[in-house]
């Protein structure tokens, strides 16, 4: 028998590199290392070829895709309907990177390696409910606010240069006043600046309307998905729809692949990073990794429960009296709202019925 055929033991780890265009996999046996690669293209039939390549190979463990919620998202989803554990592999590390270079074919190893040496143990969103459906609103109505922001400044810009008429008539006016005002504007023909400046900010006008009313139904939308998919979410002092949803879209359609507070927390990027070395053990830095849109929703509201949550208000008094800062209880109030949010969107446990 071949020494080779005796070193290998029959179970798999298959290494994704993922791109827009093709993926290169890499299956790797669990004793006796990369066995072979492959390139596919980006659609099911390539996803069927992977499929069908792998478990020519042996019993397949788990998959260590790169990108889940990027390139590797429909490849994941294929895979996990298929029945197959799927571990988001992440990107492999810089040191190692500058020393062995890098390729598609060795990022794929470094996925299948990080996946069978524990490194690699997230488990990817399923993207297949309410959280992904918000997800990809809000992605359309964060789109759509900036570019009604900029629409507004450049409005207000351009009419510091205009006529004097114009710019009495507009003065103090808010911004759904000044952008009716605006595209109400009856230019004459271009034969002169004031003229393409009033056809100028006609146009701009009706886009802040438009932006404005795509935004607001969006909203409404999103609104509908929340009130669905997590009801309790809203229950809390502080927490609103906006703030809701961005839980969501970070918890993803199974949250339960959260295991415990304290990975939500650091997914959140607010649990401490320890910096203690030597004599100066016990330190800690604030975490400037995780998911920063919701951080910030759960500082908005620590902010609010700060101003007008009477218990919070107490704890800030009490806490500042020991001698606390204002930063240091703010950390601590984050930390106390993502432990909150953490047990409220935790799936009901399932009830076993009992036979009498």
């Given at each position: ?13 298959i290494g994704v590199d993922t791109h827009k265009h093709v993926h290169v996999a890499a299956v790797m046996d669990t004793i006796g290392g990369i066995r072979a690669t492959l390139t596919i293209p980006t659609d099911t039939g ?311």
């Amino acid at each position: 028998m071949d020494n080779n055929e005796q070193h290998r033991s029959g179970h798999v780890v298959i290494g994704v590199d993922t791109h827009k265009h093709v993926h290169v996999a890499a299956v790797m046996d669990t004793i006796g290392g990369i066995r072979a690669t492959l390139t596919i293209p980006t659609d099911t039939g390539g996803f069927q070829q992977l499929l069908d390549w792998a478990g020519s190979y042996g019993r397949i463990l788990a998959f260590g895709i790169e990108g889940t919620g990027s390139y590797g998202a429909t490849l994941a989803s294929f895979l996990r309907r298929a029945g197959h554990k799927v571990v988001e592999a992440g990107r492999p590390d810089r040191r190692l990177r500058r020393m062995n270079g890098k390729s598609d074919t060795l990022d794929a190893e470094n996925a299948a390696r990080a996946v069978l040496a524990g490194f690699a143990t997230a488990t990817p969103k399923s993207a297949d409910g309410e959280a992904e459906m918000i997800r990809q609103l809000k992605i359309a109505h964060d789109q759509a606010v900036e570019q009604r922001s900029a629409a507004m400044v450049t409005m207000k810009a351009m009419l510091v240069h205009a006529p004097d008429p114009l710019r009495n008539e507009t003065a103090g006016k808010t911004q759904i006043a000044l952008a009716r005002h605006l595209a109400g504007l009856r230019p004459r023909q271009l034969e002169g600046p004031e003229d393409a400046l009033r056809h100028a900010l006609r146009t701009l006008a009706k886009r802040w309307q438009y932006l404005d009313a795509e935004a607001k139904e969006l909203t409404k939308m999103i609104a509908e998905l929340v009130h669905r998919a997590a009801p309790q979410l809203l229950e809390p002092f502080g927490i609103g729809v906006d703030t809701a949803a961005e839980i969501l879209v970070v918890a993803g359609d199974n949250p339960e692949r959260i295991k415990s507070e304290a990975a939500l927390a650091k997914l959140a990027g607010i649990a401490p990073v320890p910096t203690g070395s030597g004599m100066t053990s016990g330190r800690h830095r604030i975490n400037h990794g995780g998911h920063r849109q919701l951080n910030a929703a759960n500082y908005r509201t620590v902010i609010v429960r700060m101003r007008f949550h009477q218990p919070t208000i107490d704890y800030v008094t009490r806490r500042t009296a020991e001698g606390k800062t204002k930063r240091e209880i703010i950390r601590c109030l984050k930390r106390y709202v993502i432990r909150e949010v953490y047990h409220l969107i935790r799936p009901a446990p399932r009830t076993v019925p009992t036979v009498s």
